[in-house]
């Protein structure tokens, strides 16, 4: 994770880490949800798309407390 403008940004294997749920899930965010997408140069120059935390938290939370579909589950530890 990263600190970019006051805002946490991490790769979506780490916010899906941090969410207990997988990477895909968090590209589906981004694909579906509006969950915004920013390329960022990682320490070693190469880019990355990276998520803005706090607002993939908010849409996981939105979809885990929403009545539509099958209830979602965490991964396990």
């Known amino acids: 994770m990263i600190q970019h403008d006051g805002q946490r940004y991490g790769?979506?294997?780490e916010i899906g880490k941090l969410l207990?749920?997988?990477p895909h899930v968090i590209r589906n965010y981004a694909a579906r949800d509006g969950l915004?997408?920013?390329?960022?140069?990682d320490e070693h120059g190469r880019p990355q798309v990276?998520?803005?935390?706090d607002q993939a938290s908010e849409i996981?939370?939105?979809k885990r407390t929403?009545?539509?579909g099958a209830p979602r589950t965490l991964l396990p530890a």
């Open 11 to 13: 790769t979506a294997a």
């Open 20 to 22: 207990g749920v997988r």
């Open 36 to 41: 915004t997408a920013v390329r960022m140069e």
């Open 50 to 53: 990276r998520y803005p935390v």
């Open 60 to 62: 996981e939370h939105a």
């Open 66 to 68: 929403s009545g539509r």
